[in-house]
């Protein structure tokens, strides 16, 4: 009973401690118990925060002297690795007697229940049952051990034997076996016994990998001129514009505001692009003809490889390009040779290496290296970070009728993408993967997001709200760097929190293990001192609309990119990752940061209102200290900023009593995620155009008329008092202004004889005064300032 009353729900939503076994301990004993593993405790640090997982690894490399079929006289072999009730197969080669696979079979120690491990050699029959050819059988208690960084298990020969194994038979097999972990350079590129009911193309996509982002660089396009261009209609001079595209990108200048032959621009077209280079920048100079028509003059077509590579500010030199004149294909190429003058353009185009091509939201940036490497500095911190596992995971498709989930985890820090393997039918998925990054920046956020893998190759079927054909998002997780403590070890278990179109819910936790460390603390020091992204932002900036659409860009040209991978990290995934959506309209998150300015202003406010009570005298003897400590500052002027920096000083001292002991999550409440309406919730999932009925929408419409025009009236009121302090002497009000300047006159006066320090003082007690001598009217200085006029009057 009373654990019950003192549950809160909130509880669910927040990180928990965990205590895993971290770091590699061989322990004494085979896998059934035996003596065969190793002598002694062996620790070493190279997988120190995850706990070891102990796979039994099978590399298959080749096979020599085969026999053929006598039927048929060739041999389609293939090997069978069969562990108890595991089976796993390479693939067949057709007529090779010595066929070359270099397989590597990875069986987790815990599902083993054999004593011996069996190796098959068969001949793959259509018809048929394949036929036997030999088979090689090793004692599980004989199986040597092998830790990094000891060298890899040399393969050895091993000749085949009949079915009972009482003789040998032609043929010959080269095979390594040995225990190890996932520490193992072969455990990536493993089949996995975990994932032995996939089949086909989806084995590739359960292994674990690691991608980097591909080279992304600013391409700035100055399009200065052109000359000589000449419209169809010779009796008119052209009004032309430059039309700029590359890949999916494409950009226009402003139309010439002049009818000439020879037009001028100067103006800046951005493009995203990616190494290796694959597109083309296409130029065409068109004419506008009508409103509703535009005639194509020229057309130019560039490879990006011919542009400088610029690092900085330096200013960079032009060229004149001649356009292909449009109407003169390839076949009119004589009547080409014939034209004496072509079209030309000016133009000024450099590779910006001296910008960081934003690819993800500035709020949760991972890296802030500008893309030329000669630029970047050394690294200030490593980070590791162990994926141990998630607990708890709801079913995110059927297959059979029954619910499962196959879920992996990606994790994302600055160029490099990391995906672990897919733990097949399992709600509780162990990982234990350990991945490291350099870091160069504190201010830095990693993120980690769990997926469920839909390219199984299954006959599955996904759940209400899910798409088919896309890897399900489960959770994610962020972690910024500049709130870990350096050097310590990090385990916790992260709630995974999704924001569903019923509401927000809790659908697993993610145990993760990590440690920053400092490499160099002076320079991570000053590096606080550093502007957040490479100089070139702040001396050439983006306007915030052409980052938005670089942005969005280079989200694609990643996606695109990384989806070509094997196994392909893909679009869904990526866009997730990269919070695609994140500027989207939603009036959940508009409810959430207006309370998150309330929360800022609320310390304000609080010393606000405590300085009214003061002046109120609600408590006396506070007030009496108050005009003690003031009449010492006011005789004392010099102790004023050594006061208020003390001050703050103790302050913080006295809040590392109260610091956060874990790093921040995800909080539903500050999200707003608990409180919102279902309508609005539905009106953040709409697709964009909208999907919705026409009476959502305009309902939908009037809610958000009803809130612009509250706003609207608020912004009304600001610029309205703005409008009253111009009107101060502006003579908008003859006797406003003439009554303002005499009193400037007048305090001018009595400034200029009076000590600042009697002025000062004689303000500090006016305002301190007794609520005896206070009058509930409004003073006269704010009588005066309301009765300004504003411009508000010349406002239809």
């Not at 076996?177 to 996509?205: I, K, L, N, R, Y």
């Not at 305009?698 to 509250?710: F, H, I, K, V």
Request: glycine share 6%; with cysteine.
């Amino acid at each position: 009973m009373n654990s019950r009353a003192t549950f809160n729900p909130q509880d669910e939503f927040k990180i928990k401690d965990t205590k895993p076994q971290l770091g590699e301990l061989w322990a004494h004993g085979g896998v059934r118990g035996g003596g065969g593993w190793i002598g002694s405790d062996r620790v070493t640090s190279t997988y120190d925060l995850v706990e070891q997982m102990y796979f039994l690894y099978v590399r298959v490399v080749k096979a020599r002297d085969l026999p053929t079929n006598p039927v048929t006289g060739s041999c389609d072999p293939y090997v069978e690795v069969k562990l108890g009730n595991y089976k796993g197969r390479t693939q067949h080669f057709a007529k090779k007697t010595n066929p070359e696979w270099n397989h590597v079979f990875a069986f987790s120690k815990e599902k083993i229940q054999a004593s011996v491990l069996e190796v098959f050699v068969r001949d793959r029959e259509i018809i048929a049952k394949d036929d036997y050819l030999g088979k090689v059988v090793f004692d599980m208690d004989e199986v040597p051990i092998r830790v990094p960084p000891d060298s890899p298990l040399a393969p050895q020969w091993y000749r085949l034997e009949d079915r009972r194994g009482e003789r040998k038979v032609k043929g010959e097999v080269m095979l390594a076996v040995w225990m190890g972990t996932q520490a193992d350079e072969a455990f990536p590129e493993a089949w996995h016994s975990d994932a032995a009911s996939v089949h086909g193309e989806g084995v590739f996509s359960v292994r674990s990998k690691v991608y980097v982002s591909p080279k992304l660089w600013y391409l700035r396009v100055n399009v200065i001129e052109a000359q000589d261009v000449e419209c169809q209609d010779k009796s008119q001079l052209p009004q032309v514009f430059v039309k700029a595209q590359l890949g999916n990108q494409m950009l226009k200048t402003k139309l010439c505001p002049t009818l000439t032959t020879n037009p001028f621009w100067n103006e800046d077209l951005i493009f995203v692009v990616a190494e290796p280079f694959e597109e083309q920048l296409v130029l065409t100079v068109e004419n506008k003809v009508s409103p509703l028509k535009d005639e194509l003059v020229g057309r130019l077509s560039l490879p990006l490889h011919i542009f400088e590579r610029r690092l900085d500010h330096r200013p960079v030199h032009s060229r004149w390009f001649d356009l292909e004149k449009f109407g003169f294909g390839v076949l009119e190429g004589d009547r080409r040779k014939e034209l004496k003058f072509s079209t030309k353009i000016h133009l000024r185009a450099c590779l910006e290496g001296g910008y960081h091509v934003l690819d993800e939201s500035t709020m949760y940036i991972s890296d802030q290296r500008p893309t030329a490497r000669q630029l970047w500095k050394q690294p200030i911190g490593i980070l590791e970070v162990g994926i141990l596992s998630a607990q708890g995971l709801l079913p995110m498709k059927t297959k059979d009728g029954q619910g499962r989930t196959d879920a992996y985890c990606v994790a994302r820090y600055g160029q490099k993408w990391v995906r672990t393997r897919t733990v097949v039918e399992n709600f509780s998925p162990k990982w234990n993967e350990q991945y490291t990054w350099e870091v160069y920046d504190p201010s830095t956020v990693i993120t980690l997001g769990v997926f469920d893998n839909c390219h199984l190759g299954g006959n599955e079927k996904p759940q209400a709200g899910n798409g088919p054909g896309r890897d399900f998002r489960i959770g994610k997780v962020r972690i910024r760097l500049s709130t870990l403590e350096t050097d310590r070890i990090y385990t916790h278990s992260y709630p995974l929190i999704v924001l569903q179109p019923t509401g927000v819910k809790k659908v697993g936790e993610l145990q993760l293990a990590f440690r920053f460390t400092c490499l160099s603390l002076t320079h991570m020091i000053y590096l606080y001192s550093r502007p957040l992204l490479p100089k070139m932002h702040y001396l050439h900036p983006f306007t915030v609309r052409q980052l938005d659409s670089l942005r969005y860009q280079a989200m694609n040209i990643v996606g695109s990119r990384l989806g070509r991978a094997e196994p392909p990290l893909r679009k869904e995934v990526v866009e997730y990752m990269l919070d695609v959506d994140s500027h989207m309209w939603s009036m959940r998150r508009s409810k959430a940061n207006f309370f998150r300015m309330i929360s800022v202003l609320s310390g304000m406010i609080s010393i606000s209102k405590w300085l009214g009570d003061v002046c109120q005298w609600k408590n006396p003897i506070t007030t009496i200290l108050v005009h003690v400590l003031f009449c010492i500052l006011i005789c004392y002027p010099e102790l004023i900023l050594p006061t208020v920096f003390l001050y703050m000083f103790l302050i913080g001292i006295w809040n590392y009593r109260f610091r956060p002991r874990h790093p921040p999550h995800m909080d539903t409440k500050l999200s707003w995620a608990e409180a919102v309406h279902l309508d609005e919730l539905d009106e953040e999932f709409d697709t964009f155009p909208t999907s919705r009925p026409q009476d959502v929408i305009r309902m939908r419409y009037d809610r958000l008329r009803s809130m612009a025009g509250r706003i609207q009236t608020v912004v009304g009121d600001m610029a309205t008092q703005g409008e009253r302090f111009h009107a101060l002497l502006s003579w908008r009000d003859p006797r406003a202004t003439s009554i303002f300047i005499v009193f400037c006159l007048c305090v001018a006066v009595i400034l200029y004889v009076t000590p600042f320090k009697i002025i000062i003082f004689l303000t500090g007690l006016y305002l301190l005064r007794h609520p005896r001598f206070r009058s509930k009217l409004p003073s006269a200085p704010i009588n005066f300032f309301r009765r300004l006029p504003a411009r508000v009057d010349s406002m239809l």
